[in-house]
């Protein structure tokens, strides 16, 4: 529930005494941890396991509503049958996510609509209600970036429970933003202090526009049929990096593994990009070829999405392009689609 | 570079190749796969350290294949996959045009695999020193210290198969962890599935591996699993003396069986 924003101040110094405070309180934190040379999400055991040095984490937050593998259930098999055991979803621990970009916290809504659509997944909502997002605005970007192109900006609070922006003085603007934000605030009230009149725009980073998102989803109505999925797609190796580090990007596979009598059932990370993802049992494969698994995300993300749960598919934090083996570049196709004819 | 493009639109401008794969401009410096079809194009092509890409994986790809007759840019690497591919019998030297490019990006003429064979065998194959430390280093802990340091960048694999994808020599249809009934591998991005898939890929490719290193550049997360392989490299090599992509009819050491075979394994 989005609420008028109240406006706070968390210190830099208070900021360490919070993460760790909500360590001891027994809550999980989720956050951008450096490993080797990248900077991914993990979770933290102390504050000072974060890092602020980053532009993009490269996966999502996604996980921690929709982990890489979520156990269903698990099962013995006797000569009797076979006896299931549910995964009690009721007691989830309650997850913090620091450090959100506003692009990350935004996915959020695009996976809620994909996973309440026409049937609500119990254990994705269950996840997220457990999940407070405490965002951070971006001060800096790179070429990859268009969430300005998708509805999206650097200190945008969508998605986000409270958003962080760090100001001049290094102190951080802590913008309370929904109902979840209030509870929180209210319960850590010790470490914030009250602001004044706080102008963050000057901190953001400039994120140019590329292109506008309501054209290209009223162009890419009637163009199932373009040659332009092949021509962009021709390098494309059909691997799944793109999906598994997409902050919207929901698909899975439901697989079983036992060992002897004893088994589980997990949801695991699925990919459109990958050629198994549509094959038959007889052999035959709606999608056969690469170029029409690339016409799938892309329509998917940008004329399904927006048509059926009117809510678009891409945020625009361009971890796709940045993680792609092979240069696909979002920015560059979508923009190359407004160009071509149909 | 001239020479190449040069090359390049000859063999298009006479019909004699349906389509170019080579590197042009990508994003923000990068280097990409470009597929050129059109002979007033062939000054796309580039070549500077940002095309790492083994470009030899485009030539199992159907829709790439559909072109016609194909000719491709070939850095070293390029080179011996397509003798390990060829000595695979996944094509014949009549099948395509090998744009040669020396490690200084000067166009090298090759004629058939013959010509290839003969330009591979005059260099000097090694690993970069870079990597060859790693490997040392690697090779110098404790068996405890080895299954740590893997284990923990097993940790980061999300199971994506850009790994696989991006390798040239891993062009089966159908992988062995797309089989269910039975379910060979652990599909999960666990601990155990992780490690089992990257034990098996590298086992699919010991002795295979041409050093491209172009699984470890397509890793998002940065894994160097490429390490794996180059150190199957020196296996294969110390007990067979066998070094993959140099002959365009090669057996290979791991799917042969000849009658003078080591088997002192056996006891």
Not at chain 1, 76 to 91: A, I, R
Not at chain 1, 105 to 124: C, E, H, P, Q
Not at chain 1, 196 to 203: E, L, N, T, Y
């Amino acid at each position: 529930m989005i609420m008028t924003t109240e406006n706070k101040i968390l210190k830099k110094e208070s900021f360490s005494t919070l993460i760790d405070k909500l360590i001891s309180d027994q809550k999980k934190v989720l956050g951008p941890v450096k490993n080797g040379d990248l900077v991914d999400y993990a979770l933290v055991n102390a504050a000072s396991d974060l890092t602020d040095d980053y532009i993009l984490t490269v996966s999502s937050a996604k996980s921690a509503a929709f982990p890489k593998i979520e156990k269903l259930l698990s099962f013995t098999n006797s000569k009797e049958g076979s006896t299931v055991t549910d995964v009690d979803f009721n007691n989830l621990p309650e997850l913090v996510i620091v450090g959100a970009r506003p692009c990350d916290a935004n996915g959020f809504a695009a996976l809620n609509a994909i996973f309440t659509w026409d049937y609500k997944d119990v254990i994705f909502t269950k996840r997220l209600e457990k999940t407070t997002v405490i965002g951070m605005s971006c001060s800096k970007c790179d070429d990859y970036c268009f969430c300005t192109s998708v509805g999206g900006n650097p200190g945008s609070t969508e998605g986000s429970d409270i958003l962080l922006t760090r100001m001049g003085d290094g102190n951080y603007l802590a913008e309370i933003v929904t109902e979840k934000g209030s509870k929180f605030y209210e319960a850590y009230s010790m470490f914030f202090e009250p602001a004044g009149d706080q102008a963050k725009d000057s901190m953001l980073a400039n994120v140019p526009v590329k292109f506008d998102h309501k054209e290209i989803v009223s162009k890419l109505d009637g163009f199932f049929e373009s040659e332009v999925w092949a021509e962009q797609s021709m390098r494309c190796i059909g691997c799944g990096a793109c999906a598994y580090v997409c902050p919207t990007c929901a698909c899975f596979d439901i697989q079983d593994e036992n060992k002897g009598k004893n088994g589980v059932r997990l949801r695991l990370w699925d990919s459109c990009g990958l050629s198994l993802f549509t094959l038959h049992t007889s052999g035959h494969n709606p999608r056969e070829v690469q170029s029409q698994r690339w016409r799938q995300r892309i329509l998917h993300k940008f004329s399904y999405m927006p048509d059926r749960l009117n809510v678009l598919g891409c945020v625009g934090c361009g971890r796709c392009s940045r993680a792609c083996p092979a240069d696909m570049n979002i920015i560059e196709h979508l923009s190359n689609l407004m160009e071509v004819k149909k | 570079m001239d020479d190449l493009r040069k090359k390049a639109k000859e063999l298009l401008t006479e019909n004699k190749v349906g389509v170019v794969i080579g590197y042009g401009q990508g994003s923000s410096g990068r280097a990409r796969a470009v597929f050129i079809k059109d002979p007033d194009k062939t000054d796309q092509l580039i070549f500077n350290d940002k095309c790492v890409q083994d470009l030899a994986l485009y030539l199992s790809k159907a829709e790439v294949k559909k072109m016609g007759k194909m000719a491709i840019v070939a850095t070293v690497p390029v080179m011996r996959a397509i003798l390990v591919l060829a000595s695979e019998h996944q094509f014949v030297s009549d099948d395509l045009v090998v744009l040669g490019l020396s490690e200084e990006g000067k166009y090298v003429p090759l004629d058939d695999f013959k010509a290839v064979e003969e330009y591979l065998g005059a260099l000097n194959i090694v690993l970069s020193e870079e990597d060859r430390a790693m490997i040392e280093k690697i090779n110098a802990m404790s068996l405890e210290e080895r299954w740590n340091f893997w284990q923990k960048e097993f940790s980061k694999c999300i199971k994506c198969y850009a790994c696989r994808a991006a390798c040239p020599l891993c062009y089966c249809h159908r992988c062995t962890v797309e089989s269910n009934q039975p379910q060979w591998i652990p599909v999960a991005a666990d601990a155990m599935g992780n490690m089992e898939w990257h034990i098996m890929r590298a086992m699919h490719i010991a002795g295979r591996c041409i050093s491209c290193g172009y699984c470890a550049e397509a890793c998002p997360m940065d894994i160097p699993l490429h390490l794996m392989t180059y150190t199957l490299i020196d296996e294969i090599k110390n007990d067979f003396g066998a070094l993959a992509g140099m002959k365009a009819d090669s057996e290979f050491a791991l799917s042969h069986f000849k009658l003078d075979d080591k088997e002192s394994f056996i006891i």
